[in-house]
């Protein structure tokens, strides 16, 4: 576990929703007394921790949708709050609308340092489909902006698997990605989630979902064009230049210590895990009150951890360190997984090298069925 802290802001407004979200946010444009909400909930936290902070990561939502003063606002109550590293990574995902000229300098004067754009595809006809507000040529335009205003680390998220997409359609849209100046990429096929209007479509058998072959040579292309152009794959859907992977990120996997602000946010300390409570007018009534945001609270158990060790740290190439985990857990990992371990190896869904153990190209592809392996029952550990 690192000595540092990551620190989450939770945005839960967006202008309108996208048809395929399942995130927590509300149709709107975030009210001051939302600010003020989460300044409070930052001072509530000063001086409880002694731990640095060396990355923040304002996400949603659509965190852009907050005006300059608002950002501002937040920034400098992050800093009054937190030991906040001079070296401290800090991204800020942005909806392509909102990247004007002025928003992006405000946004670097503020020390905002990488951009998370939200791109999906290079073809209007799927971006109209999903429901987002901008268009290719817009969204190509904002991240040429970016880098004209300075950033110099942007990440853009793509998506495949999208209703009426072709492996060709997805092919154009790679290929476009890697001529656009960005420093990563996160790559996700669509997931129907529960409550959002392409799941209830698709229950109603009204969403046209790709075929097997179609899907798997989406997955392939994925595989190949990133690393083609210098990106390389370092997490199940991430890819990023050398030196320019997210390190917010990698703390979730690494079960690092991190602290989220705002509705249904999460945190973890250790094997203490607790989540605000999605309800954005619960949540700035209560902290408006001058009472906690209202939370759940969570200890995770050792065999409860330890899964969540091994399927978070398979999702990176790197895998599971040996050495790492005999010195968190105490003894050897086959002492839980041997006969797992054994198996996943010999269907070449694992393999490892120097005391790592990772994944191989076809676990990746199979990532759930493996990560599956790796859950303990109750009963397994004397708990019942
Ligand atoms: S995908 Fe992003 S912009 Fe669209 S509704 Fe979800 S959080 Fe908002």
Not at 18 to 44: H, I, K, T
Not at 49 to 63: C, R
Not at 260 to 280: F, H, M, N
Not at 304 to 318: A, I, K, S, V
């Amino acid at each position: 576990m690192t000595d540092t802290l990551g620190l989450y802001l939770h945005i839960p407004f967006c202008r309108s929703r996208c048809r395929y979200c399942g995130f927590y946010s509300n149709a709107a444009l975030p009210p001051d007394a939302y600010v003020e909400a989460m300044l409070r909930e930052m001072e509530g936290y000063r001086r409880s921790f002694s731990m640095e902070v060396d990355t923040v990561y304002l996400g949603g939502g659509t965190p852009s949708a907050l005006s300059a003063a608002q950002l501002a606002r937040l920034m400098d109550g992050v800093r009054r709050s937190f030991a906040v590293r001079d070296d401290a990574e800090i991204t800020m995902e942005m909806n392509p609308c909102d990247m004007t000229e002025g928003y992006l300098s405000c946004a670097r004067a503020l020390g905002i340092n990488r951009l998370s754009v939200g791109v999906q595809s290079k073809d209007d006809r799927l971006l109209r489909i999903i429901g987002r507000r901008h268009t290719a040529a817009e969204a190509e335009q904002a991240v040429k902006r970016a880098f004209l205003a300075g950033f110099r680390n942007i990440s853009i998220d793509l998506m495949y698997e999208l209703p009426g997409q072709s492996p060709a359609d997805f092919e154009r849209s790679l290929l476009w990605a890697m001529h656009l100046p960005v420093t990563h990429l996160s790559v996700y096929s669509l997931i129907l989630e529960e409550g959002t209007r392409f799941a209830q479509l698709a229950d109603e058998g009204k969403l046209p979902r790709p075929s097997e072959s179609g899907s798997w040579a989406m997955y392939q292309a994925m595989c190949r064009i990133p690393p083609h152009y210098g990106f390389r794959r370092y997490e199940i859907s991430s890819f990023a230049r050398p030196g320019f992977e997210s390190r917010h990120n990698r703390k979730y996997w690494r079960l690092d210590p991190y602290l989220g602000l705002g509705p249904s946010a999460c945190s973890r300390i250790g094997r203490e895990r607790w989540q605000v409570l999605p309800g954005t007018r619960r949540y700035m009534k209560e902290l408006l009150a001058g009472r906690g945001a209202p939370m759940e609270k969570d200890r995770l158990s050792e065999a409860e951890e330890m899964e969540e060790y091994c399927f978070l740290h398979l999702r990176m190439r790197e895998g599971i360190g040996r050495a790492d985990f005999e010195a968190r857990y105490g003894a050897p990992i086959e002492r839980w997984y041997g006969r797992e371990l054994a198996l996943l190896k010999k269907e070449k869904l694992l393999a490892e090298k120097d005391g790592q153990i990772f994944l191989t190209y076809r676990g990746a592809a199979l990532g759930n069925t493996v990560f599956e392996a790796f859950l303990r029952s109750d009963e397994e550990d004397g708990n019942i």
